[in-house]
């Protein structure tokens, strides 16, 4: 069982930056991808960013490429987002998710999943 608990959500303004974070606990000796997804209200759930720990390159949704980074601390067990420009469309519950398995552009199959987060940007 992996549980995942998000941190970093809040209020800014557009243009402004915000860094979440997902702390867990999980297997690092096994491959696996963590991502990042958010939910805006009366919209469906949409895959922000990928990682794994296999070497892989990140994947990025193309509204946030350039805006959005993803990264982990193996050592904390802890993924991060930076967010920076945000933009008033960004507004979501922003969610991180896990599975044991390898990140592809396919964002499902994540069968563990933080609480989420609130992410508020005013224009």
């Known amino acids: 069982q992996v549980q995942l608990v998000e941190s970093g959500g809040g209020s800014v303004q557009a243009g402004g930056s915000l860094r979440l974070s997902c702390a867990g606990s999980w297997d690092t000796g096994s491959p696996y991808c963590m991502g990042w997804f958010r939910q805006a209200p009366q919209k469906g759930r949409e895959g922000v960013a990928t990682?794994?720990?296999?070497?892989?390159?990140?994947i990025y949704t193309d509204s946030v490429k350039g805006r959005f980074t993803i990264s982990q601390d193996n050592a904390k067990k802890t993924l991060f987002l930076q967010m920076d420009s945000l933009k008033p469309e960004d507004a979501a519950i922003y969610y991180c998710?896990?599975?044991?398995?390898?990140?592809?552009?396919?964002?499902?199959?994540?069968?563990?999943w933080g609480q989420g987060t609130q992410v508020t940007v005013s224009s």
């Open positions: 990682i794994s720990n296999v070497g892989d390159l990140p």
């Open positions: 998710a896990f599975k044991y398995s390898y990140c592809t552009r396919d964002t499902g199959g994540f069968p563990f």
